[in-house]
């Protein structure tokens, strides 16, 4: 059975590293310890879609680079609730304003290294959404 990536861990490894130089952090929140959750959370395009992003890094592993846009746009922001404009023409991915836009190369970064090793992180894609990675046959 698949085992599901720890995302306790992730979040406090986007806490440490992205929050505190997010411009979207309220004030003192670059000074919680990364195990305290802010306050803008829940509003965090990052903090909603770590499953996904979780998924993306395990699809893309070990090429954190080019693909991860595309795979983005089509798993998370063709589907997006943050934003009135979400899909191809999306004013807060076109102006950086959306977090995820801003630092999913960092996120993705930081969230490859805490997968599950080998196969169990290659089916975590099909568990959220993503297509399976075609095999090489």
Known sequence: MDQLPEFGVMRE??????????????????SLPATQPRQCEGGCTLFWN??????????QRGQIRPPFEHAAREVI?????ASPTAGDYCLEHLTRTCPLSRYIADALALIEPLLPPGEQAAATPRRVGLPAKPSAA
């Open 13 to 30: 490894a986007l806490r440490g590293s992205i929050c505190t130089r997010c411009y979207q952090r309220p004030p003192g929140g670059d």
């Open 50 to 59: 770590l499953p996904k992003l979780a998924a993306i890094a395990a699809e």
């Open 77 to 81: 922001c063709a589907c997006c609730g």
